[in-house]
């Protein structure tokens, strides 16, 4: 039986490539741990994110790749993450300790389900193996505790750090813990962008590879305060496909291309309904119009969630879809959203450098 080599299965891997970076995983530094014992092969692939889209091909690929050596008997293949951090990609900015990359989840406009698509988006990716975290940044109106159906009040530890409430694997801090139910939170912008800075410096976050920021909608204080506060990975906008939504969404994004805070991709929410009875499906907002804004503005499809009742219900009752129906095609329109979210973020952190921003046509 021929000897196998280290350097022939690493040059048998150099045929894997990640498809999101463009270059073969042994480039990458992927590969760990490789053991060669007699016709036994073992190594780990290490990828940036527990949430890559492609990771069972990448995996099949290499196990057939090293099996059609010579001399191979057996391969055993290990998939693991290691998230890599944005946090040093803006000079000026100190990192947030604890947290690795930061997310503004915006809209241009209300009531197109933008704090329901930054929860289940924060859901899913813990879902697939990452640390997530929650800044309820929507001071005026905080939505993001009843949804994940927790009510509490922050509390402090022995150096002075808020402890962030926890709930289905979710870090979150929340005006709505900091104020009673009803209590109209009238603030002006520099009280804004204090409580802002405390939620992100004062706060003991625990090992966060994604912090999701639900901003309020439009184009306002809060937005301009997290991107001077913080290095922002970039931002993720929802939107509806009416025009007049589409209109707005087209604002938000240039709102945030003025503030250096690089479109990792687009959400189109109530994208469609599919009767339960018949099947048929409806478009009641229209068709397409988030995906043809994506292609216009160059700004990554993170894909359409469809109009869905339990949706609705998982919000008022704090159960989101994620949780309460796993299987449903709306929690894998979910999945499948976050997915793309993370490798945007791949993509970003392997080059070291902001996402260029793509010049929008007047």
Not at 150 to 166: F, N, R, S, V, Y
Not at 199 to 221: A, C, H, K, N, S
Not at 302 to 317: A, F, H, N, S
Request: glycine share 8%; proline share 7%.
């Amino acid at each position: 039986m021929p000897e196998i080599s280290e350097a022939a299965v690493l040059d048998a891997l150099r045929a894997v490539k990640d498809p999101d970076l463009n270059r073969d995983i042994v480039t990458l530094k992927f590969v760990k741990n490789l053991r060669i014992e007699g016709g036994h092969v073992a190594f780990t692939i290490e990828l940036t994110t527990p949430a890559c889209p492609v990771k069972d091909q990448m995996r099949e690929l290499a196990r057939q790749t090293v099996a059609s050596l010579p001399g191979v008997t057996d391969v055993a293949i290990e998939m693991t993450a290691q998230v890599r951090s944005t946090s040093n990609l803006e000079a000026g900015k100190a990192p947030v300790p604890g947290v690795k990359n930061i997310i503004a989840v915006g809209a241009g406009k209300g009531g197109v389900g933008k704090t329901t698509v930054a929860v289940n988006l924060a859901i899913a990716l813990s879902q697939m193996g990452s640390r997530v975290a929650m800044i309820d940044g929507d001071i005026y109106g905080p939505n993001v505790p009843l949804m994940l159906g927790i009510q509490t009040q922050l509390t402090g530890d022995e150096h002075g750090k808020i402890i962030p409430a926890q709930q289905y694997g979710i870090q979150l801090v929340s005006m709505a813990f900091l104020t009673n139910d009803d209590s109209p939170v009238i603030w002006r912008g520099p009280m804004l962008h204090s409580v802002i800075q405390q939620f992100f410096r004062e706060v003991r976050w625990e090992q966060v590879d994604y912090l999701i920021v639900d901003l309020p909608p439009g184009t306002g204080d809060v937005a301009l305060s997290l991107s001077q506060a913080v290095p922002v990975a970039g931002s993720v906008v929802v939107t509806t496909p009416q025009r007049v939504s589409i209109a707005d969404t087209r604002r938000a994004v240039r709102m945030y291309q003025k503030l250096n805070v690089p479109a990792l991709g687009l959400v189109e929410n109530m994208s469609h309904f599919v009767c339960p009875e018949c099947h048929h499906e409806t478009d009641i907002f229209g068709k397409g119009g988030g995906e043809a804004l994506a292609t216009e503005l160059g700004v990554p499809f993170l894909g359409r969630v469809p109009i869905y009742e339990p949706i609705r219900v998982g919000g008022d009752t704090g159960v989101p879809i994620t949780i309460a129906e796993k299987e449903s095609p709306a929690a894998e329109a979910f999945r499948a959203a976050a997915r793309q979210l993370a490798a945007q973020l791949s993509i970003a952190s392997y080059r070291k450098a902001p996402i260029p921003l793509t010049p929008i046509r007047a």
